[in-house]
C-alpha cells in the first residue's frame, strides 16, 4: 500500500503542475480558470479546497476526465473510500478514456479493497491489467490473489481486542517499533516528529500508560536513530543509525555495551554486517549472541530480506545468512521478532499471501531445526492496512504493536502503539526468568567463572560465557523444563545444578540461584562434607546405561579435568535401597565405571580416576519416600591432589 500510495501521490504532483499552464478545450474561461486555481490548491495540499473548486467543474462539465481523477485523488488521498470508488469507477467506465487514466481501474479496485469488498475489487483489478497500463501491474496481480484470502479470513476472525498505549504524544508525532526491557518498566519506541526519527524510551507510571520520552545519553549525538533490540541479560544494544558520516549505508546497525551501569559506545558493527544498502530492525535471540535483522543487501530474494549473524567469540561478525525463501519473497519482509522461547519467529511482509499490505506472519522452529512455512496471525490482528511490527511479551501472549489502524482518517499515516493479546494459536510459550550468581564458598565475594546453563534433555546451550565481576548472569528460559548450570574456574571444584525454573518467575523477581564454589585444597582423605554430587547425571531404571541428559554434564567435566591436569578423582555410585543389597552393590559400581569410561573415550587418562560402587549402604535422605530415594540414587564426585587405589 504505501508504495502504491506514493507513486499516486507522484503522479498526482506531476499532472498538476503540467496542468497550470495549459487550457482545455472542453471547458468554458470561467471553469478553466477554477480548475487551474483549484490544481494549484492541490498541489499544495489544500485538499478540501480544491476539492470544491474541482465538483464546480465536474457539475458544469460531468465528464471532464482530469477534475473526476482529482477529485478521485483526493478522496482517496483522505482515506474516504466510500467516495473514492465511485469516483474513480465513473471515470474508469468513459467512453473514450484517455490512457493517462488507465490506472483508475485500479484504483476503482483498491477503493472497494479497503473497503473490504475484497471480491467485488477482483474484476476491477483484472480490467486494469487486460487495459496494457504496466503502472501497478504487479500490485493488481497481489490484490487478485490476496481477496480470496482476505474474503475467507474475514469470515473467519480471530479474537482482537487492542487497547492503546497512553503516551504523552502530540497529534502529529508518529511511534512505532515498540521494544520492553526485561523488567517490563521501560518501552523503547521510535519517534517520528516533524521528518526525523529518533530512538527514544518512556517509564512506565501504570497499566499501559507512560510517560515523558527520552533519548538515551549515548544516543543523542546521533541526528538520526530508530529500531533497537535489547539482549537478554540487558548488557548488549543493538541498534539503527541513519545517515551519519561512521555509517556505509543509508542505515546501519550498531552495537553498545553496558559495563557496571554505563553504556559504552554505539559501534559500527562494519562491513561483515552492513553493506552501502539499508540495514535495521534488529532482534536478538534468546543465547544473546544471534541477531536477525532486515536488509536491502544484494544477494536476497525480493527488495528487503530478513537476514541474521551471531557475534563470535573473538568480538568479530559472522556473515550474514539469509533466512530463505520460506521466510523471504520477491516482496519485502521487515521487522523481525524472535521470541525469548527460542521457536516463535515473528515478522511483517507484503509478499506472502495475506490481508492486502504488510502484514504479520508467525514461523515456528521446527523438530529438525528448520524454520516452518509462515502463519498469518488473521483478521482482524491484520487489516488492510500496514500492520507491525509487533514485540510480544514473556508470557507469550500480550502483544505490542504499532499501526495507524486505530487513526481516524485524517490522520493515518500517523502512527500509534497498542496491545492485545495473542490467540492460543499464534501465541508464544511463556518463558520464566532466572538470576545466577557464582560465588567463593567461604568469602562469599563473586567469581568470574566459566558457566554454561544448558537445557537438561535437549542438550542445548542457553548461555555459555565467562562472568563479569559481578559474578552473575541474568537469562530469559522457556517454562516448564529442566535445566543443567554448570560452572568451573581454575583452582575451584567443578560445580553442576539441576533445577527447573518456577514458572511464574518474572523479570521483577526472577527465579534465584546461588552457586557456591569451594577451592580445591590438597588433601589425601576424604572428609564428610567434600563430595560433589552429579546431580545431572542419570541412568536408564535398573542399568548402568547413561541418559542422554546426562553427556552436557560429563563434557563439562571432561573440560574442567583438562584445564585442571594436576587433580584426581574419585567417582563414587549410590542406589537406593530396592532391591537385594548385592544386586544394588554390583549396579552401583557398574554405575560409576561407566561414568569412568564415559572420560577415558573423551581423552582423560585412566591413572587419574577410580571407580568405586557402595550400593545402598551409604544413603543421604531417607528411602521410605521417592523424593529420598530419588536422592539416594546418586553418583558422587570426589577431588583429590593424589589418588588412593582401593
Not at 507469550?396 to 499501526?403: D, P, W
Request: proline content about 5%; some cysteine.
Amino acid at each position: 500500500m504505501i508504495r502504491t500510495v506514493f507513486l499516486f501521490l507522484s503522479l498526482i504532483l506531476i499532472f498538476s503542475s503540467c496542468s497550470f499552464s495549459q487550457s482545455d478545450s472542453e471547458l468554458n474561461r470561467r471553469h478553466q480558470r477554477i480548475f487551474d486555481e483549484s490544481s494549484e490548491l492541490l498541489a499544495r495540499g489544500q485538499l478540501q479546497s480544491a476539492l470544491e473548486g474541482f465538483e464546480r467543474v465536474i457539475q458544469r462539465y460531468p465528464n471532464h476526465q482530469l477534475s473526476n481523477y482529482y477529485r478521485g485523488t483526493i478522496f482517496y488521498r483522505k482515506h474516504d473510500f466510500e467516495k473514492a470508488y465511485p469516483a474513480f469507477s465513473h471515470l474508469a467506465k468513459m467512453d473514450n478514456l484517455d490512457r493517462a487514466y488507465l490506472d483508475s481501474w485500479f484504483f476503482a479496485g483498491r477503493s472497494l479493497y479497503m473497503r473490504e469488498e475484497f471480491k467485488s475489487s477482483v474484476p476491477y483489478f483484472k480490467k486494469y491489467i487486460q487495459t496494457g497500463d504496466l503502472r501497478f501491474r504487479s500490485e493488481s496481480e497481489r490484490y487478485i490473489e490476496n481477496a480470496y484470502f482476505a474474503s475467507e479470513a474475514v469470515r473467519n476472525p480471530v479474537s482482537f481486542n487492542p487497547e492503546l498505549i497512553d503516551i504523552p504524544l502530540t497529534e502529529r508525532q508518529s511511534v512505532y517499533l515498540p521494544m520492553k526491557s526485561l523488567d517490563g518498566n521501560i518501552l523503547f519506541f521510535t519517534l517520528r516528529d516533524r521528518g526525523t526519527e529518533r530512538l527514544v524510551f518512556s517509564n512506565r507510571i501504570a497499566a499501559r500508560k507512560y510517560g515523558e520520552m527520552t533519548v538515551p545519553d549515548f544516543l543523542t549525538r546521533f541526528r538520526q536513530t530508530a529500531a533497537s533490540s535489547l539482549s537478554p541479560d540487558g548488557n548488549l544494544l543493538l541498534v539503527t543509525i541513519c545517515n551519519d558520516p561512521t555509517g556505509l549505508g543509508s542505515c546501519d546497525l550498531y552495537i553498545a555495551f553496558q559495563r557496571d551501569g554505563r553504556w559504552e559506545g554505539p559501534y559500527n558493527l562494519g562491513a561483515s554486517v552492513n553493506t552501502s544498502g539499508w540495514e535495521s530492525q534488529p532482534s536478538f535471540a534468546p543465547d544473546g549472541r544471534t541477531f536477525y535483522f532486515s536488509s536491502e543487501r544484494p544477494g536476497g530474494y525480493g527488495g528487503r530480506d530478513i537476514w541474521y549473524s551471531r557475534i563470535l567469540d573473538d568480538g568479530t561478525f559472522m556473515e550474514p545468512v539469509n533466512m530463505g525463501p520460506k521466510i523471504n519473497t520477491p516482496g519485502n519482509e521487515e521487522s523481525p521478532f524472535i521470541h525469548p522461547d527460542g521457536q516463535s519467529f515473528y515478522f511483517n511482509s507484503n509478499g506472502h499471501v495475506g490481508m492486502g499490505d504488510f502484514d504479520m506472519y508467525l514461523s515456528r522452529l521446527g523438530e529438525n531445526g528448520e524454520w516452518g512455512e509462515p502463519l498469518n496471525l488473521g483478521y482482524p490482528i491484520n487489516s488492510v492496512y500496514h500492520d507491525g511490527a509487533m514485540y510480544v511479551d514473556s508470557d507469550g501472549v500480550t502483544a505490542y504493536v504499532a499501526s495507524d489502524r486505530l487513526q481516524p482518517p485524517e490522520l493515518k499515516g500517523i502512527y500509534r502503539i497498542f496491545t492485545f493479546e495473542l490467540p492460543d494459536e499464534v501465541a508464544a510459550d511463556p518463558v520464566t526468568f532466572i538470576r545466577a550468581t557464582v560465588m567463593d564458598a567461604e568469602t562469599k565475594e563473586p567469581i568470574p567463572a566459566n558457566v554454561r546453563l544448558t537445557d537438561w534433555l535437549s542438550g542445548e546451550d542457553l548461555v555459555n560465557k565467562t562472568l563479569g565481576v559481578s559474578g552473575s548472569i541474568f537469562s530469559v528460559l522457556p517454562s516448564g523444563k529442566s535445566y543443567v548450570f554448570n560452572s568451573s574456574m581454575k583452582g575451584y571444584r567443578f560445580v553442576s545444578e539441576r533445577f527447573e525454573p518456577d514458572e511464574g518467575a518474572s523479570a521483577e523477581d526472577p527465579f534465584s540461584l546461588n552457586i557456591k564454589m569451594h577451592k580445591i585444597v590438597e588433601t589425601d582423605a576424604l572428609a564428610e562434607g567434600e563430595r560433589i554430587v552429579l546431580e545431572n547425571v542419570l541412568f536408564r531404571t535398573g542399568s548402568a546405561e547413561l541418559e542422554k541428559g546426562s553427556f552436557t554434564e560429563l563434557e563439562q567435566l571432561v573440560e574442567y579435568l583438562k584445564s585442571n591436569e594436576n587433580i584426581h578423582i574419585e567417582l563414587h555410585g549410590h542406589t537406593d535401597n530396592i532391591g537385594r543389597d548385592e544386586d544394588n552393590q554390583f549396579l552401583s559400581e557398574l554405575r560409576a565405571g561407566a561414568v569412568v569410561e564415559f572420560l577415558i573415550q573423551k581423552g582423560i587418562d585412566s591413572d587419574r580416576m577410580v571407580a568405586k560402587g557402595f550400593g545402598s549402604s551409604r544413603p543421604i535422605a531417607d528411602n521410605e519416600t521417592e523424593d529420598g530415594r530419588r536422592k539416594n540414587r546418586r553418583t558422587e564426585l570426589f577431588i583429590l591432589s593424589s589418588l588412593r587405589r582401593p
